[in-house]
């Protein structure tokens, strides 16, 4: 199942802050898409799986296993978010709900899709949560997000996102808002389980040295359009535009930064 | 030794059971939790128990009763025709329980439908219920209660009604920005992301996450609920003067005040104590339902803003 996004237009109130975006991801490739904030790789994310905020209109052509999102009625694109397309958002203090424990938010995604009972639910997410390496995963499921820690919560939130094993994972930036240990950690993670499941990944981040990590391919966005679509070694090695040079200028500044990438 | 087995097997088969009813655990733990609930299950006993039994029938006039001190037979003593004062209020409290409950579910009713439709709807229909609610709210209920009642007589229906619906507006006003608020939080996207149907996450996360403001807001408006009784019915508003009532037994004996004081004390006590139960038993379950406000039992989790007391490790 290939994802192939053609032409992709978002529009916010009369400007377009997504200008045709077009990219494909092949079975099992893992593409990443890059650039400064404000470059509409978020929005082009929640384009994708028709989450966008009120207001804002998508457009162009989003072809997943042959079928057409856009335009997809809600109801029939519910079917496919979490079964067959999963997301991570950035931000693992917020992206629980602080008041249901671990493990049903972990089983939620699996208590729709596959209607499991309660307690066939509770035992998928001990199973799920030590899938993503989770400390104790039998006790952590009772317990609540802010009784975790950010790294903790963010491998929740992955196992939330895969839990119906999914073939094409969206990381919308999962580790920017954590340390640059947790960060490789959580990268390593992701790489792992992507690979084992032979799931497509879409990555999106700002930063270049933590792409080079994970993705096979590139796509580098300046305000809504495509600037470059080059294999990452190819955007480290010979970058094409000047958005991708100073994002390589940034990365390399990671590097040396103490404690920076390993 | 079958003991030792058995106890190994219980916790963990009855641990989704208790942790549904914890709350309920630290509700008690909680004394103004306790508070509350002891008073509202009395006034629920004894309007439960005066359908059958009362200690005396509280319409039986006893002329040569009158004015009883408290004691035997008579354990709050007399009115001033001789009729049991503990009989009238427990009699009493069935008035209250219908008024207080009937009022909470059509509030509950009312305030959450207007606070959805305000909240989760398309733009145009989102500004006109804040509007619409915004124009309600500037009525005050029991102004609007003596003015239905005057016109069309006293009833407890109007009393229910009014105070539901002016307490529903106000339910609507608080939670409808708290439910935009939740809205547009991340595990709500979440939430979609996984499959929810916009109703399952209406029900899963942004009602819960709303709860807290609405059981406050809901405690709040039956203890109104409960005053607006006593006092319509205390002006001649509310209950006709067949039905038992707080306010009208209230009202009747107020005005031997400084002859019998003793006998007006206990429908004051009455209304005072169930008011007072009703707010600190919103108060209770807000924090004791909220589980980022749970006291650590975990000292390696403590709530927010707790000073960590971490266990030396010894190896």
Known sequence: MSLEVTDLTVDIGGRRVVDGVSFDVPDGARVGLIGESGSGKSLTALAILGLLPDGAEAGGSVRWDGRELIGMPDRELATLRGDEIGIVFQEPRTALNPIRTVGRQIAESVRIHEGLSRAAARERAVAEASRVALPDPERIVARYPHQLSGGQRQRAAIAMALACRPRLLIADEPTTALDVTIQSEILELLLSLVEDGGMSLVFITHDLAVLSQIATDGVVLEDGRVVERAPVSTLLTAPASTVTQGLLRDATATLWRPGGLR | MTGSTRASASPARKAPGRRRFEWLRRLWALSTGRFGLIVVAVVVLSALIARFWTPFDPRQVEISDRWALPGLPHLLGTDGSGRDILSLLMAGSRTTVIVAVGAGVIATVLGVALAALGALTARWMRESVAVFVDILIAFPVLIIAMMISAVWGGSLAVVIWSVGIGFGVNIA????PELRRVLHSDFVLAGRASGLSPLHNLWRHLLPNVAPVFIVQL????????????????????????????????????????????????????????????????????????PTLSRGRDPLHPPRGAIRHVPEVVA
């Open chain 2, 219 to 290: 405690s709040w408006g039956m203890a109104v609920a409960v005053l607006a009784e006593a006092g319509l019915s205390y002006l001649g508003f509310g209950a006709p003067v067949t039905e038992p009532s707080w306010g009208l037994l209230l009202a009747e004996l107020q005005q031997y005040i400084t002859v019998y004081p003793l006998s007006v004390l206990w429908p004051g006590l009455a209304i005072t104590f169930t008011v007072l139960g009703l707010n600190l038993l919103g108060d209770a379950l807000r924090e004791a339902t909220d």
């Open chain 2, 173 to 176: 006003r608080v939670t409808r």
